[in-house]
């Protein structure tokens, strides 16, 4: 296959781009709306038809539930009630995602029938145990390769008329598909189950639960879900645009110079803007319009014209508000003034692919010696003058906020990116945007 190549942006970006729907609230509405209450449905609009969220709908078909498109981004969910799923009649396939599978698991515990999931080479590396192990102590029973920690998994049918037991649980690491999977099984469970995270994660579980007539309560990084025979989902879910994949254009619109864009819908969840506390801190020019609330979610436009950026300094309590950002981060550290430092990030080892070494390794063929990897985290010194960046020949390690943080780089300096079509996990028409904000 040949390589991608990304050509030099040489008259800025400019134009308005409606940001494509959330991954993890796409995901979240098809599974939420496949327990809803039997026959009800679910109309879940700007919804992400991306190969992630394509196979959650899979997965739910696959458990009996009905999941159709209806209109491009729109899907029609009819519910089998949350104690209606069937066993499946094959493995379900969870592809390259993490959210489909872990939470599933969670989903899965303690039925009465037999599941076997499998994905991917790259979600087949990836670590379960962090789910397992929780939903072991509530009695599931689900075994996997390696000592019960990876794929392919299967969850073996509960003994009859036994429930999942109510657990207090501290997790060792701040992750919204760990407490989520948690927390839907706590659904079922014969008591209150908490989860307590070292720091608060994505919450677009707890908040469609509560918006689906679950109890739910807060304190400070603690979330306790009391258990349910039924969930009454929001008849129309509107999904809002992914602050994951706007950051590709706020730190794009930031570094190539003369550019101005205008993004639309996009979710500003508390706990997923980091990203824009950190560009703002790093100096650059970001206004944020036209505040509004769409399907439970806090969502805005954000005007970004070019500036000039300045290092940074990221710790780990910031890190759950911006973790899939890190790549995209890097690059708008590398065409900052000073250095960056990165901490407390470890958790980038264990994404798609290891992403602090591929941003080590690929990076450093554009701006050789300018970026050092730490266990948990980066070094990033900014080069001074863009003239030096080499148009190098990257890998993505299919890998798709890899490879879109490459194009953003690419878009300064030029490259290539080998195995580029897998942007497909979460952007599809990301090359053709930039291309159309190019012109
Ligand atoms: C997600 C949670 C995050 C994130 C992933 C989506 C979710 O993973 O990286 O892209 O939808 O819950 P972790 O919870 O494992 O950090």
């Not at 159709?68 to 029609?76: H, L």
């Not at 008849?235 to 994951?244: T, Y």
């Not at 981060?329 to 470890?346: F, K, P, R």
């Not at 300018?370 to 890998?395: F, M, Q, W, Y």
Request: aromatic residues 2%.
């Amino acid at each position: 296959m040949t390589a991608k190549k990304i050509p030099v942006v040489k008259n800025g970006l400019h134009g308005t781009v409606k940001i494509p729907g959330d991954k993890s609230v796409s995901h979240r509405s098809i599974m939420f709306g496949a327990m809803n209450e039997p026959g009800k449905t679910v109309h879940v609009t700007n919804f992400l038809e991306s190969a992630d969220c394509l196979s959650t709908a899979g997965v739910m078909r696959s458990l009996g539930a009905k999941v159709e498109k209806i209109a491009d981004g729109e899907m029609m969910v009819t519910g089998v009630g949350l104690n209606g799923l069937k066993e499946p009649s094959a493995v379900l396939d969870a592809g390259n995602s993490g959210t489909t599978l872990r939470l599933m698991m969670g989903i899965l515990a303690g039925r009465s029938f037999l599941s076997t999931l499998v994905g991917d080479a790259s979600l087949s590396r990836r670590p379960m145990g962090r789910v397992i192990t929780p939903l072991s102590r509530m009695r599931a029973k689900i075994v996997g390769r390696e000592n019960n920690s990876r794929l392919p998994i299967t969850v073996l049918p509960a003994d009859d008329g036994e429930k999942l037991k109510a657990i207090t649980y501290d997790m060792p690491m701040a992750s919204a598909q760990v407490k989520s999977a948690i927390l839907l099984a706590g659904l079922r469970a014969d008591g209150p189950v908490t989860v307590v995270e070292p720091y608060t994660s994505r919450d677009h579980t707890e908040r469609l639960l509560s918006a689906s007539g679950v109890k739910i309560e807060k304190s400070g990084t603690a979330v306790t879900i009391y258990p349910t025979d039924k969930l009454e989902v929001p008849a129309e879910i509107a999904v809002p645009g992914d602050i994951s994949s706007a950051a590709f254009w706020l730190v794009a619109g930031s570094i190539i110079e003369n550019s101005e864009l205008l993004l639309t819908g996009v979710g500003m969840n508390e706990t997923r803007t980091g990203i824009i506390d950190v560009l703002k801190d790093m100096g650059a020019d970001l206004t944020i319009e036209n505040e509004r609330v769409s399907g439970g979610e806090p969502i805005a436009d954000i005007r970004v014209k070019s500036a000039k950026l300045k290092a940074a300094s990221l710790t780990e309590e910031i890190m759950p508000r911006l973790i899939d950002e890190i790549p995209v981060i890097a690059v708008a550290a590398l065409l900052a003034e000073g250095t960056t430092t990165i901490n407390g990030a470890g958790e980038l080892r264990v994404k798609e692919t290891d992403r602090l070494q591929a941003i080590v390794d690929e990076f450093n063929k554009v701006a050789p010696g300018h970026i050092d990897g730490t266990e948990d985290g980066l070094i990033i010194r900014g080069v001074s003058n863009r003239s030096e960046l080499i148009p190098a020949i990257c890998k993505s390690y299919d890998d798709h906020r890899m490879a879109m943080s490459l194009a953003v780089l690419g878009s300064v300096c030029g490259l290539s990116i080998e195995n580029a079509d897998c942007v497909n996990i979460s952007y599809p028409v990301f090359y053709d945007t930039m291309e159309i904000l190019s012109k």
